[in-house]
């Protein structure tokens, strides 16, 4: 599915997708597949985006034992970051075709690590690329905001959820819709937090303790 689609952005345009009778983008908001897309065009190859994504989600274990190492010391901080690398539920993520969804986790890991030392702007990068990833990827950058927020860094965190509601809006009222066939943006999986994507960005802004619930 991943790879027809971004063969089709590689050669310019989206291809409808013939696996899912649809085109990919009307149900998820893929959009770091623009970026890749360059990628796949230089070297157009399955197996190129199976590497990548073993790459990136290695790469999770730096801020993983940066973040450690702070607290343990370097000997249990490589513990740590061995242990997840060999965590069964990573590598099932890895095997299991390539999803770009999995590039979160790194992200993610990278995004805390730069609110604990305080390198704002490549937080803001972080929680962008987060948000960019999915639709409700977004969420999950919000969530990073909230930390922030908790970690007493209110600027910066209502900063981050702010960016995030902006791409989580993007996403669901602009990207998804202009592909889909019923020009609108299913709700459905998003729980309690509400009906629509205006519902959902108000959740995230007045009641952002509401995500844990649903998550």
Do not use: C
């Amino acid at each position: 599915i991943f790879d027809q689609t971004l063969w089709g952005l590689a050669n310019g345009g989206v291809l409808f997708s013939t696996v899912v009778g649809d085109y990919l983008f009307a149900h998820h908001s893929f959009f770091l597949f623009y970026p890749l897309a360059a990628i796949y065009e230089a070297v157009p190859s399955v197996e190129l985006l199976l590497v990548l994504q073993s790459v990136v989600l290695g790469l999770g274990a730096l801020p993983l034992y940066w973040l450690a190492k702070d607290k343990l010391g370097r000997g249990l901080a490589a513990t740590v970051a061995i242990l997840y690398l060999l965590y069964p539920a990573l590598n099932y993520i890895n095997l299991e075709d390539f999803h770009i969804e999995t590039f979160a986790v790194t992200a993610v890991l990278f995004s805390l690590y730069f609110i604990e030392r305080r390198k704002h702007l490549l937080f803001f990068l972080m929680v962008g690329v987060t948000a960019l990833i999915k639709e409700d990827a977004a969420l999950t950058a919000a969530a990073i905001g909230l930390y922030a927020v908790l970690k007493r860094r209110l600027r910066i965190g209502m900063a981050a959820i702010i960016i995030a509601a902006a791409i989580f809006l993007i996403a669901t009222k602009l990207f998804i819709p202009y592909f889909s066939q019923a020009g609108s943006f299913e709700t459905g999986g998003f729980g309690k937090l509400g009906n629509t994507p205006a519902d959902i960005v108000r959740s995230l802004v007045t009641n952002p303790l509401g995500i844990a619930a649903v998550l």
